[in-house]
């Protein structure tokens, strides 16, 4: 979730044979297993193209939480701008290879839209407000909390025209999940003033929440141009956006007089790992594989992040150990509650 929680998404062809779409807006061309460029065939990708992709998801989201808590709360740079800046010239990085590779990075009018919206719905909302969480909170918790994703999706997908409903099942697994959102807020609501002590709780799920609608944005509404074409604009929008927002706060007269190796090792690995091999892994899944496969990753990534934290010094707590496992039994249930419209 990072950056965490860091475009558009756009979902592939589910299950279900297809309804016939009224307008061409809600059509994708089938892409190439390979390359991520519009193909000219609907053969699905190879297995190993999927198995790698899933790995580089798992792997490089997992980790970016303890990067970003290095960057923003130990190193304490400030969160718009060290996010902003980051995910930008990971755009410019992207762009610049679809040139290098001879692929078009023209937008036709009508996709100009969908590309706005998502990158300010994933990068402004969704990393911007988890770089803001990592000021104060442990890695493993910021993990957890964003591993509710799915259940987000899952509830706004029902006020889509022929989204997904929530079956008895799901919504049991809807609660479970809130429940273990709870437990790992127990320790801080124990305290008189728990529920305003810490913005960073209210901060993390508000960017599971804009990161869910993002992804239900670009499931619906699919850009014609190739994947890589999308996501290098939607990454320097949005990057572009969190850093005016972080010079709008004043956060140029925050930055750290000198800038440290541990600094510069926490932002290469979040550009190289978070903003660019894992956004494009997901960005590419998203296309040839359904909502709930690729939701995976919501059981993976918070193990990683939990087993980092603990490494670097966060308590291994039973509210944190007991909130992931009701965390992911709730997802579970979402995701397999879920009723097609």
């Known amino acids: 979730m990072s ?81 902003g800046v980051r995910v930008c010239i990971a755009g410019l990085l992207i762009l610049a290879c679809q040139v290098c590779r001879g692929q078009s990075i023209a937008l036709v009018a009508g996709d100009r839209w969908i590309v706005v919206v998502c990158a300010l719905l994933l990068f402004v909302g969704g990393n911007g407000l988890i770089n803001v969480a990592s000021q104060t909170l442990d890695s493993g918790v910021s993990a957890v909390l964003a591993a509710t994703t799915p259940l987000w999706i899952a509830f706004f997908a029902m006020f889509w025209p022929h989204g997904d409903r929530l079956t008895p099942r799901g919504w049991l697994g809807l609660f479970i999940g809130l429940g273990g959102v709870l437990l790992v807020w127990m320790p801080r609501l124990q305290s008189p003033d728990g529920f305003t002590a810490n913005v960073g709780v209210f901060a993390v799920l508000g960017s599971a929440c804009s ?79 359904s909502v709930t496969q690729v939701g995976t990753y919501a059981y993976v990534n918070p193990a990683i992040a939990v087993v980092l934290g603990i490494a670097d010094g966060e308590p291994a707590t039973v509210w944190l150990f007991g909130g992931i496992v009701v965390v992911l039994v709730g997802v579970a249930l979402v995701r397999g509650g879920l009723r097609k419209c």
């Not at 390359?35 to 980790?63: E, H, K, N």
């Not at 190739?226 to 010079?247: D, E, N």
Request: net charge positive.
């Open 3 to 83: 950056t965490t929680k860091q475009a558009a998404a756009k979902f592939a062809q589910t299950e279900r044979p297809a309804k016939p779409a009224k307008s061409s807006r809600l059509l994708s061309p089938p892409y190439n297993a390979l390359d991520m460029s519009p193909a000219v065939t609907d053969r699905p990708p190879a297995r190993w193209a999927l198995i790698l992709a899933f790995a580089l998801v798992y792997f490089c989201w997992g980790t970016t939480y303890l990067a970003l808590k290095i960057g923003v709360q130990q190193e304490q740079w400030p969160p718009c701008l060290f996010g």
């Open 211 to 289: 990161w869910a609608i993002g992804s239900l944005v670009g499931r619906h509404y699919r850009v014609r141009c190739s994947h890589l074409t999308a996501a290098g604009y939607q990454t320097l929008l949005g990057g572009g956006c969190l850093a005016l927002v972080g010079f709008a706060l004043g956060e140029q007269h925050d930055l750290p007089d000198h800038i440290t190796a541990k600094t510069m090792a926490a932002f290469f690995w979040l550009l190289i790992f978070g903003s660019l091999i894992g956004f494009i892994a997901y960005n590419w899944l998203l296309a040839h594989v």
